[in-house]
């Protein structure tokens, strides 16, 4: 067995196969971009070396680069993981030059798998079933529409050297054919800078079931089962699970062993998977075909892990070892249901972009036997807009299919992420629609059910307004409490407003929430030793305690369990399973906005002046409290828009002001 590896890529990935090599006994060297010098897959590694500036082009693609630290490092083995150079015949080739062993397929076997036509023409001659169609080298027009007619319609006019269904047009009738074989060889041409295409009968809606195989250096070769991939927006996996719901022994058998013949049709060697598809009647008549072979481990390979309790990266690492696989096909057994969940940072609200920033709080749900967490960032990463912005795979575990989807029910309301946005609402949707729970997942599920899946938020429940009011007093006490501590005159009435005492001039509390643009006000108040709150509904008792960043609140006789999370002016609230983005609404914070150029401090609102803090003639810094304001039963803070000398004092405490009264004049220092 090897004694060092070298793992080319980063996150989740480089994390998953540091883990097991670290399980064997085997030192891990990682590189790293510069975007990266801080990540977790660096810090699991016994090593890290810098590879360059954070495009992918100048780090996580240079080859000669990432085999020169190998070199240097004494490395005898680099495992590519999966994108960046994992199916890249030149970087396994020049691996093999340099001594170097790429934990992957023989160079050959990638390069007969990398155009489409070349691998059709290949799987027919090992009699795997491919879909009726024409993947010939002449690409005449006319022809291509005779082909076309052959077949029948509707055709799909698919990229040969295509991929994640770039340079694919379908065409449903002889009259379309021509102008959607013209679009389908631009975009090739233009994606792969090939233009050639090959026609294939349509199916609409299937389901994409895909074959785990391994191969190794003696001669063997097995499958690891199915993996149902179905659902999937815009050719973005979305929902991994094994085995495929509703697949019968004898079609499992016959597609692994299409996927066992497709391998050794090619000389594989280690972890591969060979897709097909599904027509809707495939639960009925088992009819599959061949789409295209993965020649690498795949991001949803846990779920095999969870049916067969093996590790897949120990077997990539024993076979690129030399060693033969460690278990004969009648040894292998399906044990269970496992479904695994990509928790992606992307915005739903925009097209699903992915959504860059920092991730502020990130709990992720216990792990234990059934659950599985694999991700390679903490709180306080970063999403860059260089990689792929995947936060986490949540994997579990069932004894079947219903008790794995109560799991990931229960495990996906455990989640959360503040600071950038996520896909976890939507799976959650996903996974608690009839269409998923039923099994009858294709490829077309999301787009069918997008009025309930991109339904909006119901109204927001009043338990997430009061744990939103209960965090924010609790943050007002705290940093009053901090701020009377440090304070000179522990007597002035700026410093005796902690509403918790008798005789604080702060006996009431109102916030206004936003949520979109729906405005939620409440009110708190206290009354002796007790908070009353004014909901929508009307009045009620509040009580709360903090722990561990968790509140637990009794609100009106329902006891629950909420986390807000404040970043900005944004309150995140997770109750229930469901995260709420709540705006704090500070009227004041936009009134100063606006006079920061005329040095006029103005009332938001009508109230009355409570205290005063300045004099004619001082100066004060950026953010000194000048004057507090209380106004419909909440204080109001006005501060010095930035630094700068009092020229004026219009009132007094005790005054009682209109709206838009001149408060205070700062000339700007
Ligand atoms: C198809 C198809 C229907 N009929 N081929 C999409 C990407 C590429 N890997 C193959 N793809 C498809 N090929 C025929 N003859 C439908 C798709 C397809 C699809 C396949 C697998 C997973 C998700 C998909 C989403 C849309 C379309």
Same mark, same amino acid.
């Given at each position: ?354 959504? +860059?920033?920092? #991730?502020?709080?990130?709990? %992720?749900?216990? $792990?234990? *036997?059934?659950? /599985?967490? !694999? @991700? &390679?960032?903490? =709180? ?43 896909? +976890?609402?939507? #799976?959650?949707?996903?996974? %608690?629609?009839? $269409?998923? *729970?039923?099994? /009858?997942? !294709? @490829? &077309?599920?999301? =787009? ?66 936003? =949520? ?154």
């Amino acid at each position: 067995m090897f004694d060092k590896i070298l793992i080319a890529n980063r996150g989740e990935i480089a994390c998953r196969v540091a883990r097991t090599a670290r399980r064997m006994g085997i030192r891990t060297v990682a590189v790293y971009s510069d975007a990266d010098a801080d990540a977790l897959h660096v810090a699991v590694c016994d090593e890290a070396f810098r590879l360059g500036p954070p495009p992918p082009r100048e780090s996580y693609l240079d080859g000669s680069a990432i085999l020169a630290i190998a070199r240097q490092c004494g490395a005898n083995a680099v495992h590519p993981g999966y994108g960046f150079l994992s199916e890249n015949e030149e970087f396994a080739t020049a691996c093999a030059q340099a001594g170097v062993v790429f934990i992957g397929p023989p160079p050959a076997a990638i390069a007969a798998m990398g155009s489409k036509s070349a691998a059709k023409r290949i799987m027919e001659a090992a009699k795997v079933p491919l879909v009726p169609g024409y993947h010939g080298d002449e690409q005449d027009a006319k022809l291509l529409a005779r082909e076309a007619a052959k077949i029948g319609y509707p055709v799909l006019i698919k990229a040969t050297a295509g991929g994640g269904g770039k340079g694919m047009k379908v065409a449903s009738a002889a009259g379309d054919f021509a102008a959607a074989l013209a679009s389908a060889k631009r975009e090739a041409k233009s994606s792969f800078g090939d233009e050639r295409v090959l026609v294939e009968k349509y199916l609409t809606a299937p389901r994409h079931i895909e074959i785990q195989v391994f191969a190794d250096t003696h001669g063997n070769a097995v499958y690891l089962f199915e993996r149902d991939c179905s659902v999937q927006r815009r050719h973005q996996k979305v929902l991994e699970e094994a085995p495929a719901p509703g697949m019968k022994p004898e079609h499992r058998r016959a597609m692994g062993d299409a996927a066992v013949a497709a391998a050794r049709a090619i000389g594989y060697v280690g972890a591969g998977t060979v897709e097909f598809i599904a027509a809707d009647t495939f639960a009925r008549d088992g009819a599959f075909f061949f789409m295209e072979m993965n020649t690498r481990l795949q991001v949803e390979h846990p779920v095999t892990e969870m049916i067969t309790g093996l590790d897949l990266v120990e077997w990539q690492l024993r076979v690129a070892a030399g060693e033969p696989l460690p278990m004969r096909q009648d040894e292998l057994a399906i044990d269970g249901h496992a479904i695994e969940a990509r928790v992606y940072a992307e915005d739903p609200e925009r097209g699903f972009l992915p959504s +860059i920033g920092t #991730l502020a709080h990130l709990r %992720a749900p216990a $792990a234990d *036997a059934a659950v /599985r967490v !694999d @991700t &390679g960032v903490r =709180e306080g990463d970063a999403i860059s807009p260089y990689y792929d912005p995947m936060i986490a795979k949540l994997v579990v575990h069932g004894e079947d299919r219903p008790a794995a989807l109560r799991r990931m029910v229960e495990a996906l309301a455990e989640f959360e992420i503040v600071g950038v946005a996520t896909n +976890i609402a939507l #799976l959650q949707r996903i996974v %608690a629609h009839e $269409a998923f *729970a039923s099994g /009858r997942v !294709d @490829t &077309g599920l999301i =787009e069918r059910h997008r009025t309930e899946l991109f339904a909006p938020l119901p109204p927001l429940p009043e338990a997430v307004l009061a744990a939103a009011a209960a965090a924010e007093t609790e943050r007002l006490i705290r940093r009053r409490g901090a701020e009377a501590a440090t304070a000179s005159d522990r007597h002035s009435p700026w410093n005796d407003v902690d509403p918790w005492w008798p005789g604080s001039t702060a006996h009431a509390l109102a916030f206004r929430f936003a =949520e979109g643009d729906a405005m939620h006000d409440v009110a708190l108040r206290r009354e002796g030793i007790v908070w009353r709150i004014d909901l929508p509904s009307g009045p009620t008792e509040l009580r709360w305690s903090e722990h561990e960043g968790s509140l637990a609140i009794a609100c009106g006789g329902a006891e629950y369990r909420a986390t807000v999370v404040a970043l900005g002016e944004m309150r995140h609230v997770f109750h229930g399973g469901t995260q709420r983005r709540l705006r704090l609404v500070d009227p004041l914070a936009h009134a100063g906005d606006v006079e920061v150029h005329g040095g006029h401090l103005i009332a938001p609102m009508s109230g009355t002046v409570i205290a005063v803090m300045v004099e004619v003639g001082d100066r004060v810094a950026k953010g000194a409290p000048l004057v507090i304001l209380e106004a419909m039963k909440m204080e109001h803070t006005i501060v010095a828009p930035g630094d700068g000398v009092v020229r004026a004092v219009n009132f007094r405490a005790g005054d009682r002001v209109g709206e838009g009264a001149d408060l205070v004049d700062v000339d700007e220092a």
